[in-house]
């Protein structure tokens, strides 16, 4: 991804989580500063890369994911400098009982 | 005020940390694994947002100063300003509210936390013409200067 300018590259705050029922993945980055122009998201089954330029530096962070998601299906909004991306799991999540000897 | 959490600033050191290597470096292109649920690394929850208070930087812009917060994923009404002629108070509060409806079992759990931040003015300003606005999770005050506070500058003249 080419800037236009050679400005700082900063790494945002990210978190991730699975919503109640196990099906989506929800990302959130905060990219205060940003400009919905000036965000661009990329997506793939296993990880994401968001790129968001301000006027002083530019906020990157590339990530995997632990589990294999439907990026087709992702869904990505971004309010008050928040982006918050949900995306579905690819496969039900399915989790053998160990049995504790 | 917000009880010291040793993760929240370890997490908040590991996060300067780097930035900084990314500022010396120029950026990364490797890719980080995003853990789920339980993992220590990073926190499942946007912690920082609901109990951090946030920084603010303060610029001199001749007649006016400007106050900058970052807080993205605030609620404006969630913020108060309020200044004095050499001073201004910012508090704001997160309110996360998780229900659950179960068959008849209704159940509601609040997560509640506020912070304040009072911030000594390098000069006297006018309280009537403040001016605030919130874009971009970006919180900016104009503050104008009062008049005896402008730099006066005067010419002088080499006889």
Known sequence: ?101 | MPTWDPFREFARMERDMRNMFDDFWGGRARREALPGPGKAQLPARREEALVGTPTVDIVDKKDKLVLRSEMPGAKKDNIRISVEEDRIHISGKVEREEEEKKEDYYYSERAYSAWERTIPLPVTIKPDDVKAKYKNGVLEVTLPKAEEAKAKVKDIKIE
């Open chain 1, 1 to 101: 991804m080419a800037m236009k300018k050679d400005k700082t590259l900063v790494s945002p705050t990210v978190c991730g989580y699975h919503d109640e029922k196990d099906e989506n993945l929800i990302v959130e980055v905060e990219l205060p500063g940003v400009k919905k122009k000036d965000l661009k998201l990329q997506m793939t089954e296993d990880g994401f890369c968001a790129n968001g330029e301000r006027n002083d530096f530019c906020y990157e962070a590339c990530y995997n994911f632990m589990h294999e998601v439907d990026a087709d299906k992702a869904k990505a909004k971004f309010d008050s400098g928040l982006l918050t991306i949900t995306v579905p799991f690819l496969k039900p999540e399915e989790p053998r009982e160990i049995t504790i000897e």
